[in-house]
């Protein structure tokens, strides 16, 4: 308890004065309230007491005197003042009970008096109309009853009654004023004979704590310069303002550094580092801070890399979708948008073709782009050739920054100029080179559009090996059926002439090893097309070690966060970076975190995610069901209800499930087209089959000389 009082004296001490203090302003509000009461009793018996008086004077002389006036002058303007009285008679008794009943008046006698004004109204009515029918006699013995001096005698007794209770009620008003001023005096000599002595001891009480406040201010300030900023300079402390201003700017100045990085801005600088202090702050706030400015910077540059290539790749693919049926068309309109979306001013596509002649391939230009115009040129590569024969054979990408003078020009109606950069880049898959691309600009590509072309290249090679799978499978097609033409015609031949039956099965045999090489084909096809799909699984798996390095990038980043204000704002910043939908739920599928691709995704808020959207949104997911590194396809909800498909990579963060969503609406199209490409090649095979048996069939007729069905 001492030592309680001992820190706490002076709060003690202001403490018992501000109840002092306290009190004394309640006496003086209470006085104050006293006052006016009392003022408010006095007028309202000063009122009270008039109304009472006003019956007499206002009612009972002006009704007694106007009906003698009358009765004697017959003038009916006399009766204008008597009428008024007669009017406001119910009204003012009716005032004066109200306002007696407010003060707790029994009003029993005032009712009585107001039946006697009543009854003496009525009476002196009929005095008015004695006098208007002329009878002066009954007039004047009505007159003679002096009944106002009988309502004058009930009307004194009940206004000294009231009387009195007013001069009452002012006594006790006037009475409790005077207690109440009395009061104050007494609190007032108190509070003279308590705050002297505890002013001087709060007075010595801050002496001796500004000395300690001073070595505190010379602490915080070594502290400050210690863990937030130290500026270089001498070290003053003898201003609590300034030392406290100092510390408050270097934590607004942390602040609002922490914003700007939090908002995108990453040139953005501590105010006052120089570089003769740069070296004294490098352990401290301002240090850790510019270095996670660093730190984030390089992981947007990074993700904005990974987004550029990611949405490239996905309009890419559905270039790619939508022209893999016209070989022409494909490789123009991929060539186009390469050039566009990597801001070159020349490229060209060449296609691996097959001269039957020499049975050897070569390269031919497939399609060519400079300033956003065809140049319909016919242009052949040999093996070997020159740059991008070269590429060809060593299947690997080609990239030169110095171009050599006459190797190509880029030209406009003010002149030309030749590339300062040229990449080769082989369009491969399954380890075949289906073509080469080469595009020629006046900038170096750097590492991650290098990797796109190449990755792009996989999907062009992808499609023009479809594309002419699909072309051989037309041709076999049309082969077929022109046979089968044929043997209806050679039909009608071999009746008439059964000599030619010899050279007509040598002919038939020809085209049967034909179709048994087409169906060879459409199995290589087919298996091409299995590979294919191992190789779109293959790219899944590199897409979820891409999605496990986010995750341990995200958790070296909050571990780092949290030695900093507001961490839970800097993760969201960074997740909604994020190309991936990010939430992080717990086990009852409770949403406490996600990021600005996953509403984007899904429709639906933050705060809606975290409330209720979860078993709104992800119903088909079962988290009980969930274990590490799991890697799912559902279909989710999105807030408007549309469903799309979702892949969700699944890891722990604690006692928690952190869940990357990612859009796979297009592989799972591309799938399925693989699967019907698939289902297309199996259909062609049978057809072919069909039509051998149909060959098998019309031969066998032929040498039985039987009709054909």
Known sequence: MKEFIRKNAVVLAVGLIMLLMILGASLILNNKASMVKNNIIQK?????????????????????????????????????????????MDPTFETLEARLAAQSFKGADVKKLHKHYL??????????????????????????????????????????????????QSLQAVTSYEAAQNNTIYLQLLMLSLGLPTLGFIIFKIKNDDLALRNLLVNLEENNRQYIFNPGTELLANDPKTVIDHSIHRFKEASELIKRIASGDFEADWNGLTITNRNLNEDNLAGELLKMRENMKRVREEDEKRLWSTEGLAAFSEIVRNNQDQLEKLAHETLIYLCRYLDVQQGSLFIVSQDEQQNEDYLEMAACYAFNKKKHLQKRINIGEGVVGQAYLEKETTLLSKVPNGYTSVTSGLGEATPTCLIVVPLIYNDQVAGVLELAGFQVFADYQIAFLEKAGEFVASAITTVKIAQNMRRILQASQQQAEELKAAE????????????????????????????????????????????????????????????????????????????????????????????????????????????????????????????????????????????????TIRKDGTSFMTEVYVTTLEASWLLYV???????????????????????????AEHEAELMARISQLEKKEPLT
Do not use: C
Not at 61 to 70: C, E, K, N, P
Not at 125 to 149: C, H, N, P, W, Y
Not at 664 to 688: D, I, P, T, W
């Open 119 to 168: 009854d003496y109204a009525r009476f002196n009515e009929q005095m008015i109309e004695k006098a208007r029918l002329d009878s002066m006699e009954v007039f004047k013995s009505m007159l003679a009853e002096d009944k106002g001096t009988e309502l004058w005698k009930h009307w004194y007794e009940v206004s000294e009654k009231i009387k009195a209770f007013e001069a009452e």
């Open 662 to 688: 990612r859009d796979v609406s297009m592989e799972v199209q591309r799938e399925q087209q693989l699967g019907k490409s698939m289902e297309n090649a199996e259909h062609l095979r049978r057809k072919a």
């Open 492 to 635: 009608e031949e071999m009746r008439q002439n059964m000599e030619e039956l010899q050279a007509t099965q040598e002919e038939t045999d020809r085209r049967g090893n034909e179709l048994e090489r087409a169906n060879a084909e459409a199995e290589v096809q087919k298996q091409l097309m299995v590979q294919n799909i191992e190789k779109l699984k293959e790219k899944e798996r590199e897409n979820e070690v891409q999605a496990e390095e986010l995750r341990q990038n995200l958790e070296a980043l909050a571990s780092t966060q949290t030695e900093l204000e507001n961490s839970k704002q800097k993760i969201q910043a960074i997740l909604n970076k994020s190309p991936m939908g990010i939430l992080v739920a717990d086990q009852q599928g409770s949403i406490s975190l996600s990021n600005q691709p996953l509403t984007a995704l899904t429709g639906f808020t933050h705060e809606e995610l975290e409330k209720h959207a979860f078993q709104t949104s992800f119903k088909f997911l079962q988290l009980g069901k969930l274990r590490e590194g799991d890697k799912k396809r559902t279909k």
């Open 44 to 88: 309202e018996s000063e009122s009270i007491t008039m109304a009472t008086n006003d019956l007499l004077y206002h009612s009972l002389h002006i009704i007694d005197l106007g009906v003698r006036i009358y009765g004697f002058t017959k003038k009916e303007e006399m009766l204008n003042d008597v009428k008024r009285a007669f009017h406001d």
